[in-house]
């Protein structure tokens, strides 16, 4: 099993709707990130959080809006989201982003199906 | 072109046979190389990984190995089981924070 936990693990709404995407992990890492993922193709990186600042943002639609409330947590905030948004979204870790060039893994949450009707 | 190409993109073995999937990367600055195996309806999970001070690791049945002259890296399993059927993503490092470049994914196929 991961050691990053995502919820829920499949989501159907609206275009009108609002809904939050959560991800939690307690390793200790001090990096989260979100990425989308569409069928057959290789994750999309959309933000970065480092010490619960963000530090990227991939140039994402206003109708995704990232939170970090502490270091083990990582919301997304999702409204107004149009059907090509369906996708799975993942939530990953990482140990800290603060070395001139690194080299540690990004561990995986199981990510949120996510239908856009 | 694509910072980092993989190869094949689909892959059928027959079990016990062994798979090689291949990845180019064009970054000459990459210095980490992990790979994640992507099973249906979970995340990607990291199964290997190699550092750029050397040029090949094992582990167990899974070995990856680094050619740093030709910008090429490479995913060896041998006696393949149909457990290791999955999707693979090679990935590169980029220069910037913790950020990575991904390979377009291989679909391996073990034929029981």
């Known amino acids: 099993d991961t050691e990053v936990t995502q919820t829920p693990k499949h989501l159907v709404m609206g275009m009108t709707n609002k809904k939050s995407l959560k991800c939690e992990q307690h390793?200790?890492?001090?990096?989260m990130y979100w990425y989308k993922q569409k069928a057959k193709k290789p994750p999309e990186l959309m933000f970065v959080?480092?010490?619960?600042?963000?530090?990227i943002n991939e140039s994402v639609p206003s109708r995704f809006s990232p939170e970090c409330p502490n270091s083990s947590l990582l919301n997304l905030h999702l409204h107004a989201l149009q059907p090509e948004d369906s996708a799975l979204y993942l939530c990953?870790?990482?140990?800290?982003?603060?070395?001139?060039?690194?080299?540690?893994?990004?561990?995986f949450g199981n990510g949120t199906r996510l239908t856009v009707t | 072109g694509e910072n980092v190409e993989q190869h094949p993109s689909t892959l059928s073995v027959q079990e016990g046979d062994s798979a090689v999937i291949k990845c180019t990367y064009s970054?000459?600055?990459?210095?980490?190389f992990p790979w994640y195996k992507q099973e249906l309806g979970k995340g990607p999970q990291l199964i290997i990984d190699?550092?750029?001070?050397?040029g090949e690791k094992k582990d167990q049945r899974i070995a990856v190995t680094l050619n740093k002259t030709a910008k090429h890296f490479s995913l060896h399993i041998t006696e393949t089981q149909p457990e290791d059927s999955a999707v693979y993503f090679c990935?590169?490092?980029?220069?910037?924070?913790?950020?990575?470049?991904f390979g377009t994914g291989t679909s391996l196929t073990v034929i029981p």
């Open positions: 990953a870790s990482s140990q800290s982003l603060y070395r001139e060039m690194y080299n540690s893994p990004l561990h």
């Open positions: 390793m200790g890492h001090r990096a």
């Open positions: 959080y480092s010490y619960e600042k963000l530090s």
């Open positions: 970054d000459s600055a990459s210095n980490y």
């Open positions: 190699i550092r750029s001070n050397v």
């Open positions: 990935a590169a490092n980029m220069n910037t924070g913790n950020q990575f470049y």
